[in-house]
């Protein structure tokens, strides 16, 4: 048990820094193309509203949801890989 935590702690620390940079990272590109398409398609009004709007659009989006992968993947492999070699 204590081997596991040895393992389990750091992974999921090292997937945490992970999921954050690729939060940040995703939610920034998001934020640049609906500033681009606001002055590409030369909008009047406010930019600032325009771009929160997208970027709660964006919250409830596959794209974000799909960043949970980070944590998904990983830790299915490794419980995958530990039943396959401890009861196959």
């Known amino acids: 048990m204590f081997a596991l ?8 620390i090292v997937l945490t820094i992970i999921y954050v940079a690729l939060s940040f990272y995703s939610r920034n590109e998001r934020r640049g193309k ?3 398409y606001w002055e590409e398609e030369g909008l009047t009004g406010d930019m600032d509203a325009f771009v929160e709007h997208g970027l709660k659009d964006y919250d409830g989006s596959l794209r974000r949801k799909l960043i949970w992968g980070v944590y998904v993947v990983p830790v299915t492999v490794v419980a995958v890989l530990v039943y396959v070699m401890n009861y196959m």
Do not use: N
């Open 5 to 12: 935590l040895r393992f389990a702690v750091p992974l999921m």
């Open 34 to 36: 609906l500033e681009a």
